[in-house]
């Protein structure tokens, strides 16, 4: 982990797909910068590990699910009586080319990154608004602009959640919320099943030459969550070694 710079000391965070890759990372990063943080996942196993490795607070919920949402939400103010930024990252993969996609490769893809991204934003905005101040971050991707040969699905739904962060920035930025997203490059559990070739020959056409590590992109999202980015909002940012230029 980089050297901590932003003080989260009394702010709560609530980051969902907190169980492994780049949600643990964030979790952490919230975490040792003081902050108070619930990791959200649909593993009940892996998320109770990585909120003991952190002293963070567990909880198992499906983010496609309203009841789950509400319910997540509703523990998080009774603990603490407050929520002071949101991380959507919660995601799942279920690749094919398009003619070989089912209703339920496609509907469960959207359900989990755009349905959960909307989901936890709409029921954070109303304790967002009574504090006037919030911070949510989204995590898209490079495919959602560009799109990738097997992820059809996974494009649009990431490209819903770039039209999403923008319009929730335009309609929140007079409560005091800013609306941010990160279009990220790590090496995670979600690039594992591309085969070693073309993880090379992506590699290639990074100008970094690498993937990056988790914890870089944590360190992204606590610039847009910290005090210091009040006036950002709408912007996808990518964090992606010059893969998108």
């Known amino acids: 982990m980089g050297n901590l710079t932003f003080d989260f000391s009394g702010r709560t965070v609530v980051v969902t797909g907190g169980a492994r890759g780049v ?80 209703d339920e490769d496609y509907e469960s893809v959207m359900a989990v990154h755009a349905g959960g991204t909307f989901r936890f934003t709409r029921a954070a905005v109303p304790h967002f608004r009574r504090q006037g101040s919030g911070r949510i971050i989204n995590v898209t991707s490079y495919t959602g602009l560009h799109g990738n040969p097997g992820q059809s699905n996974y494009s649009m739904a990431k490209a819903g959640i770039i039209g999403f962060t923008k319009t929730a920035a335009k309609e929140l930025a007079r409560f005091g919320i800013t609306v941010n997203a990160i279009s990220p490059n790590a090496q995670t559990r979600m690039i594992s099943s591309v085969p070693a070739e073309k993880l090379d020959q992506i590699s290639a056409g990074i100008p970094m030459g690498r993937f ?33 230029l």
């Open 23 to 102: 949600g643990r990372a964030i979790g952490q990063h919230f975490r040792a910068a003081g902050a108070t943080v619930f990791l959200v996942d649909y593993d009940n196993d892996e998320v109770a590990v990585a909120a003991k490795e952190m002293n963070a607070v567990g909880l198992a919920a499906d983010v496609s699910r309203t009841a789950d949402v509400a319910q997540v939400m509703e523990q998080v103010i009774s603990d603490t009586g407050r929520i002071d930024v949101l991380v959507n990252n919660a995601g799942i993969l279920r690749d094919g080319m398009l003619w070989k996609l089912t």
């Open 212 to 244: 990056a590590e988790a914890w870089e992109m944590a360190a992204a999202v606590a610039f847009l969550a910290a005090d210091e980015a009040a006036y950002i909002t709408g912007v996808v940012l990518p964090v992606d070694g010059g893969l998108s």
